[in-house]
């Protein structure tokens, strides 16, 4: 470069920024014509368009991993609750209750419900309504770092594995509890 007569520098380009530099020198007495620079331009954009494609593509195959490991994840704990008896208390209760058919492994421990701080109490509430740790987040105005720490508390204290068997545990301990009393 030093010896050249022409010199010309292109950006390769992509939606974040600059990502490199493309080069061209001449060490002929020539200078550099506009239509070398318009090549040397298309080659630069058309290298910034494939780097981002392909990075693009590199994303979608790793999301796409990510949807297929969480779908056979959700498809497991479907299999948990395949052989829970779902029935209504009474026919005019929208309340409904869970009857352990050997599914899992143990009996409910009622008193890891009394264990659960207020908060935990609170968070379990829009576990069991289906709300998402953003959902939670949201709401109850806290980091979804802390939501997922206070649903880690709350799988350890109920001995459950996933949010499905925590649900699943809360309702046969409840069950457990109101038939105990009556």
Do not use: C
């Not at 994303?59 to 796409?64: A, M, S, Y």
């Not at 299999?79 to 352990?100: G, I, Q």
Request: charged share 25%.
């Amino acid at each position: 470069m030093l010896a050249s007569s022409s010199y010309v520098v292109a950006p390769i380009t992509v939606s974040t920024g600059v990502i490199g530099l493309v080069h061209g020198s001449r060490t002929t007495g020539e200078a550099l014509d506009a239509m070398v620079r318009d090549v040397l331009g298309a080659f630069a954009r058309s290298s910034g368009m494939l780097f981002e494609r392909v990075t693009l593509a590199d994303r979608l195959r790793e999301q796409k991993s990510l949807l297929i490991q969480r779908l056979q994840q959700e498809a497991r704990e479907a299999e948990l609750l395949e052989h829970a008896d779902v029935r209504f208390v009474d026919e005019n209760s929208t309340r409904w209750a869970v009857a352990p058919t050997g599914g899992l492994n143990e009996d409910p421990d009622t008193s890891a419900l009394g264990s659960l701080t207020a908060r935990e109490r609170e968070v379990f509430a829009l576990v069991a309504r289906g709300a998402s740790n953003a959902d939670i987040a949201e709401e109850l105005v806290i980091s979804h770092f802390t939501v997922k720490t206070h649903v880690k508390k709350i799988l350890r204290k109920l001995g459950a594995r996933n949010r499905s068997e925590a649900i699943y545990r809360y309702v046969a301990m409840t069950d457990s509890r109101n038939s105990g009393s009556r």
